[in-house]
């Protein structure tokens, strides 16, 4: 879904329980160069909502940008988690 840097204010977490609490399926990380990838799947109001929550972020992060790119959903589900920084991605 989307991809953008931040850095030191529980990110990842703030982005799973926003995306736990919309029903969303999905992961997100931490990549080597510093910025955050986030995979999420669902529906449209509810990735929107989240989309909205990433450009926000929690209490005390700066969001510089958000870039979204859309793919067809894969319907596997799962939940949502965080993967460790270096994962392989999908």
């Known amino acids: ?5 931040v850095q030191g204010v529980g990110f990842r977490y703030f982005v799973v329980r926003r995306a736990t609490r919309l029903g969303l399926a999905g992961w997100v990380a931490n990549e080597p160069d510093g910025t955050v990838r986030c995979v999420a799947e ?45 994962h392989r991605g999908d």
């Open 1 to 5: 879904m989307g991809r953008g840097g």
């Open 42 to 86: 669902g529906p449209a109001a509810a990735l929107a909502e989240l989309l909205e929550a990433l450009r926000t972020g929690p209490p005390g992060s700066r969001v510089d940008d958000v870039a979204v790119t859309e793919t067809a959903a894969t319907g596997r589900g799962g939940g949502f988690s965080v993967r460790p920084t270096g």
